[in-house]
């Protein structure tokens, strides 16, 4: 089970961080991943980590600006956001794939695991 929070209004070139934290499974086998959907929009991938964390991924448009981890004791993982813009207001969800089906362009459906989705609203 996968919970996200941390979510809210903010204005542009603020920050926030969003936390996923897991239970019920054993967390360090999986790869986690942020995805986010905006209203009227498909869902879409921002990030992903290794089991481990020395691996992550990001998508185009928030490289630089968005940093993912993961602490494996707390099962909890993160997504540290900064410089947001307008178009980063989303629903943001966090979600689990067993590492040994991970890689870093894997597609949502791949992904076992979906939290409910935390919102994130950045006012221009």
């Known amino acids: 089970q996968l919970q996200a929070s941390g979510g809210g209004l903010v204005q542009a070139g603020g920050s926030l961080r969003l936390s996923c934290a897991a239970s019920?499974?054993?967390?360090?086998?999986?790869?986690m991943g942020w995805f986010r959907q905006a209203p009227g929009k498909e869902r879409e991938f921002v990030a992903t980590?290794?089991?481990?964390?020395?691996?992550?991924y990001y998508a185009d448009s928030v490289k630089g600006r968005f940093t993912i981890s993961r602490d494996n004791v707390a099962n909890s993982v993160y997504l540290q956001m900064n410089s947001l813009k307008p178009e980063d207001t989303a629903v943001y969800y966090c979600?689990?794939?067993?590492?040994?089906?991970?890689?870093?362009?894997?597609?949502?459906?791949?992904?076992?695991?979906w939290g409910e989705g935390t919102l994130v609203t950045v006012s221009s």
């Open positions: 979600a689990a794939i067993p590492q040994t089906s991970w890689y870093s362009a894997a597609p949502g459906d791949k992904y076992d695991y």
């Open positions: 019920g499974g054993t967390f360090s086998m999986y790869a």
């Open positions: 980590i290794s089991w481990s964390g020395r691996s992550t």
